[in-house]
């Protein structure tokens, strides 16, 4: 497992979400996507954890490293809008979003963030 890296996208409304990336590779994916390398697999999936991480303080849940991928089409089941996802958060893992699984269609890599303090990268 590699050192933790923080990266954001955004979806349509210009809302920004941050996550972590423990795995070498798709921190590579990440970059390159953020390079212009990888034009294709650029949105960003997960599973949601519903509670709040320390880099993504924004929002009351986050997506689980070891689950995020990037892709290029998804079904429609798992796609969503965050401000959505934060005000239905209950409903989350039920019949809105199965399996936890959120797949953002309109979600683009923005950047890579700086990591929080040390203390606050648990999740």
Known sequence: MAAPRYFAFKQSRDQEFIFQLTDEGRIVEALDILSGKEKFRVHVMGKIIKRPAPYNL????????????????????????????????????????PGCHWCPWDSRLLREVTPPPEGDRAV
């Open 58 to 97: 924004k929002w009351s849940y986050h997506l689980d490293p070891d689950t995020i991928t990037f892709f290029e089409f998804a079904i429609d089941l798992c796609d969503a809008d965050m401000q959505y996802i934060e005000d239905h958060l209950d409903e989350v893992c039920g019949s809105f979003l």
